[in-house]
C-alpha cells in the first residue's frame, strides 16, 4: 500500500471528497496524526484512505475552509438538480 503526504496546496478535488466524506462535521483532535518530518518540524495530518493508497493530508487553516466550501458547493448542486426538475413553464417565467 503507497502512503502518501499531500499538502493543502496538492490537494485535489477525489482527496478532498474522501476527507469531506470521512469527516463530514470536519475532524476532531482525535483524528489528527502528529509526527516529525526529516527537518525535525511537528506535521499534523488527517487521513484517508483508497484501496491502494493511504493519504496523510496535512492540517491547516486553508484545509478547514477547503473542507466548508466543498460542502457549500454540494448544496450548490443540489439547488441546480432541483431547477432541472422544474416545468418548463416555470423556466420561462423566470426567463422573462
Given amino acids: 500500500m503507497r502512503r502518501v ?5 496538492k ?3 477525489d482527496i478532498l471528497d474522501l476527507l469531506v466524506t470521512k469527516y463530514p462535521d ?3 483532535d482525535d ?3 502528529t509526527f516529525k518530518n526529516a527537518l ?3 506535521v499534523e495530518c488527517v487521513e484517508v484512505r483508497t484501496d491502494d493508497t493511504i493519504y496523510l ?3 491547516s ?4 475552509a477547503a473542507m466548508e466550501d466543498h460542502d457549500l458547493e454540494d448544496d450548490d448542486i443540489i439547488d441546480d438538480d432541483v ?3 422544474l416545468p418548463m413553464e416555470d423556466l420561462k417565467e423566470e426567463e422573462e
Fill in 57 to 59: 493530508v496535512k492540517v
Fill in 61 to 64: 487553516k486553508r484545509l478547514v
Fill in 11 to 13: 490537494l485535489n478535488k
Fill in 5 to 9: 503526504i499531500v499538502d493543502f496546496k
Fill in 31 to 33: 483524528d489528527i496524526i
Fill in 83 to 85: 431547477v432541472n426538475e
Fill in 40 to 42: 525535525n518540524e511537528i
Fill in 26 to 28: 470536519g475532524y476532531d
